[in-house]
């Protein structure tokens, strides 16, 4: 009789290992989830969008933006289409070098939330 309550409590303990493992999976994946593709705050600064801003991104713009960056991003895709140089001085070299950057990483997001082992995650977190 020992033996069979002594098994009982190994798989009790392998489920909950089981469990603990599964809820850190889902936590760790949830943070990217919310952070990369949350569609109530801007892409860029991070504030909250108002319920009239949350439309399908503007067209040849693949990010949900408030006005400012919005315009700012449309600025930024000008300037490297066309390579023009406008009349607001601030917008120089270091700022379209900040912009490449944050549309590298934004790509890099995206990357790793289409990766096979990402996909295997939610997959297995599907499953139970």
């Known amino acids: 009789m020992a033996?069979?309550?002594?098994?009982?409590?190994?798989?009790?303990?392998?489920?909950?290992?089981?469990?603990q493992e599964r809820?850190?999976?889902?936590?760790a994946l949830l943070k990217v989830f919310e952070c990369a593709s949350c569609h109530l705050k801007c892409a860029r600064c991070g504030i909250r969008l108002e319920v009239s801003q949350v439309h399908?991104?503007?067209s040849g713009i693949p990010y949900r933006f408030c006005?400012?960056?919005?315009?700012?991003?449309?600025?930024?895709?000008r300037r490297?289409?066309?390579?023009?140089?406008?009349?607001?001085?601030w917008y120089n070299a270091e700022w379209l070098d900040m912009w490449r950057a944050w549309t590298t990483?934004?790509?890099?997001?995206?990357r790793f939330l289409n990766s096979?082992?990402?996909i295997r995650l939610r997959y297995e977190l599907r499953r139970g």
């Open 105 to 110: 990483y934004q790509d890099c997001i995206k």
């Open 3 to 19: 033996d069979v309550i002594g098994l009982e409590e190994k798989m009790q303990k392998k489920r909950r290992r089981m469990d």
């Open 80 to 89: 490297v289409s066309r390579g023009s140089s406008g009349d607001i001085y």
């Open 56 to 58: 399908p991104p503007a």
């Open 67 to 77: 006005n400012s960056c919005q315009e700012e991003f449309s600025e930024f895709q």
């Open 116 to 118: 096979k082992e990402v």
């Open 23 to 27: 809820a850190k999976k889902a936590v």
